[in-house]
T-cell receptor, first 115, second 111 residues
């Protein structure tokens, strides 16, 4: 069964460093998402991406964040200058056609630790 | 704005007992509702979804959920819990192009 994959599973970085989290969505999906879950808190929406551009973003997704689909398979989240409060589990998700099922399929997550 | 509340942070049930996890939502339009499960170290797996039609929906692993518009609820149920059901369960509502999640309910299963 097709699945969303994410790398790395765990990333440790120092404050102020740039990190790139990688995701490979399900191959025929059209919509891509990033969510995050700070330890002990809710899963929060960050951004959605469709047709090579951001379709929606939350107030969390400020100028320090960017997303890219550099080729036909990868979908990346970049944090330009990490802060301690960026420590969280980051989930990538993808969805199929815009008409019909709305379910999003999630990857296993990348745990980001900022020290 | 939309919101989802899961009133129970932790629930412990005995193996073989029935289970009900509560979910209440707030959303102005017709909701699309989901339950996801997260096992330790795993991603979020979709258990079931409600879009329209029959208010009792069946999902994987023997789970079902009932949509009650009058109560703004979408409670998850299972008649007989197995030890492998121990996990965290998240209710979510689709609002536009994003999912809004509840805080989750951690289920523990006693032998």
């Amino acid at each position: 069964e097709p699945e969303v994959t994410q790398t790395p599973s765990h990333q440790v970085t120092q404050m102020g460093q740039e990190v790139i989290l990688r995701c490979v969505p399900i191959s025929n999906h059209l919509y891509f998402y990033w969510y995050r879950q700070i330890l002990g808190q809710k899963v929060e929406f960050l951004v959605s991406f469709y047709n090579n551009e951001i379709s929606e973003k939350s107030e969390i997704f400020d100028d320090q964040f960017s997303v890219e689909r550099p080729d036909g398979s990868n979908f990346t989240l970049k944090i330009r200058s990490t802060k301690l409060e960026d420590s969280a589990m980051y989930f990538c998700a993808s969805r199929g056609d815009r008409v019909g099922p709305y379910e999003q399929y999630f990857g296993p997550g990348t745990r980001l630790t900022v020290t | 704005a939309q919101s989802v509340t899961q009133p129970d942070i932790h629930i412990t049930v005995s193996e073989g007992a029935s289970l009900e996890l509560r979910c209440n939502y707030s959303y102005g339009a017709t909701p699309y509702l989901f339950w996801y499960v997260q096992s330790p170290g795993q991603g979020l797996q979709l258990l079931l979804k409600y879009f329209s039609g029959d208010t009792l929906v069946q999902g994987i692993k023997g789970f079902e959920a009932e949509f009650k518009r009058s109560q703004s609820s979408f409670n998850l149920r299972k008649p007989s819990v197995h030890w492998s059901d121990a996990a965290e369960y998240f209710c979510a509502v689709n609002a536009g192009n994003m999912l809004t999640f509840g805080g989750g309910t951690r289920l523990m299963v006693k032998p």
